[in-house]
């Protein structure tokens, strides 16, 4: 890490990517629509397949500091992966059942397994991963490493409630009356299409939120997901998170002022949507990002630049 630079962050992200459970769920119901009927192992590779992008998590073990901002959400999200991590998660899953089948430990009520079933699976439940990142405004670069532009749905919160209830009370149902012999695919395909009709909701929502003002955008909060945080640029400097104001001191002068090489840094503004630059107590410069400005959340993504001097923004 940079001399130059002091990182405040943990490991957590409070608007990151969606939770795993989610994703976790949504592949759970797809096979309780009916697909994991096609072959054997097929409720792993829908459940695994729509988990397995997140793997990027491990660059926490070799990656410091902000690095793993210009990391994470990228390379394992994009088009290549989509086309890899299924084949590789089919030929896991096909190699195991190969295994099971010499050694006799096959359980008697698994379908036969098919290897281009398998591969489908894990690919639909693959690319249900990056669909559902999108939907936040912590960014996806949907088509790294070709480009890496980030792109924001603005639409759920990393963790939205509502949906776990629909969600987990969905696959509890659709479960129980495969259990009685009752119509199971119907219940898993009403709650996909529920649960569909609610994100568009909630799309709408922020679409209509962030038309109100120029330059803006709108963030999903915990709980009330029928409210939005609405941000908007005032100036290089400010942004405005609905009706408080950040940006105390002059963005573009603590950049020119910062420490150069700096990898911290640049992690940091790559990643950064909506950068602003606040005023330490001892008049030095951290940077933060207005997404994140709620006081248990915003120093999990800033940077300090303690050798540079808050010069005051103009609003």
Same mark, same amino acid.
């Given at each position: 890490?940079?001399?130059?630079?002091? #990182?405040?962050?943990?490991?957590?992200?409070?608007?990151?990517?969606?939770?795993?459970?989610?994703?976790?769920?949504? =592949?759970?119901?797809?096979?309780?629509?009916?697909?994991? &009927?096609?072959?054997?192992?097929?409720?792993?590779?829908?459940?695994? @397949?729509?988990?397995?992008?997140?793997?990027?998590?491990?660059?926490?073990?070799?990656?410091?500091?902000? =690095?793993?901002?210009?990391?994470? &959400?990228?390379?394992?999200? @994009?088009?290549?992966?989509? #086309?890899?991590?299924?084949?590789?998660?089919?030929?896991?899953? !096909?190699?195991?059942? +190969?295994?099971?089948?010499?050694?006799?430990?096959?359980?008697? =009520?698994?379908?036969?397994? &098919?290897?281009?079933?398998? !591969?489908?699976?894990?690919?639909?439940?693959?690319?249900?991963?990056?669909?559902?990142?999108?939907?936040?405004?912590?960014?996806?670069?949907?088509?790294?490493?070709?480009?890496?532009?980030?792109?924001?749905?603005?639409?759920?919160?990393?963790?939205?409630?509502?949906?776990?209830?629909?969600?987990?009370?969905?696959?509890?149902?659709?479960?129980?009356?495969?259990?009685?012999?009752?119509?199971?695919?119907?219940?898993?395909?009403?709650?996909?299409?529920?649960?569909?009709?609610?994100?568009?909701?909630?799309?709408?929502?922020?679409?209509?939120?962030?038309?109100?003002?120029?330059?803006?955008?709108?963030?999903? #909060?915990?709980?009330?997901?029928?409210?939005?945080?609405?941000?908007?640029?005032?100036?290089?400097?400010?942004?405005?998170?609905?009706?408080?104001?950040?940006?105390?001191?002059?963005?573009?002068?603590?950049?020119?002022?910062?420490?150069?090489?700096?990898?911290?840094?640049?992690?940091?503004?790559?990643?950064?949507?909506?950068?602003?630059?606040?005023?330490?107590?001892? =008049?030095?410069?951290?940077?933060?990002?207005? &997404?994140?400005?709620?006081?248990?959340?915003?120093?999990?993504?800033? #940077?300090?630049?303690?050798?540079?001097? +808050?010069?005051?923004?103009?609003?």
């Amino acid at each position: 890490m940079s001399h130059a630079v002091q #990182v405040f962050l943990t490991s957590g992200e409070p608007s990151g990517p969606v939770d795993n459970l989610t994703h976790s769920l949504v =592949g759970a119901l797809i096979g309780q629509a009916g697909l994991k &009927r096609r072959t054997g192992l097929a409720m792993p590779a829908l459940v695994v @397949g729509a988990n397995i992008p997140d793997f990027d998590a491990a660059c926490f073990f070799w990656l410091e500091g902000t =690095g793993h901002l210009a990391f994470r &959400r990228g390379i394992t999200h @994009g088009p290549v992966a989509w #086309v890899l991590l299924p084949l590789i998660l089919a030929g896991l899953l !096909y190699a195991f059942d +190969c295994w099971q089948a010499r050694r006799g430990r096959q359980p008697e =009520g698994r379908l036969p397994v &098919r290897f281009g079933w398998l !591969y489908g699976l894990s690919l639909l439940g693959t690319l249900s991963h990056p669909a559902l990142d999108w939907l936040n405004v912590y960014g996806i670069r949907l088509l790294e490493p070709f480009s890496s532009r980030w792109f924001y749905g603005d639409t759920l919160f990393i963790i939205d409630v509502w949906l776990w209830a629909l969600l987990g009370f969905g696959t509890w149902l659709s479960l129980r009356r495969e259990k009685r012999s009752g119509n199971w695919r119907q219940v898993a395909r009403a709650v996909l299409a529920v649960g569909a009709l609610y994100v568009g909701a909630q799309a709408a929502i922020s679409w209509f939120m962030a038309s109100t003002r120029p330059a803006a955008f709108a963030s999903p #909060v915990p709980l009330a997901s029928w409210q939005r945080e609405v941000i908007a640029r005032e100036n290089e400097n400010l942004w405005r998170v609905n009706s408080d104001l950040y940006g105390r001191c002059d963005l573009s002068e603590a950049l020119a002022a910062a420490a150069r090489p700096n990898a911290d840094l640049d992690a940091f503004l790559f990643w950064s949507r909506a950068p602003f630059a606040d005023a330490a107590a001892d =008049g030095s410069v951290i940077l933060r990002d207005a &997404r994140f400005t709620d006081p248990r959340a915003r120093d999990r993504f800033s #940077v300090r630049l303690p050798e540079v001097r +808050c010069a005051p923004a103009l609003p």
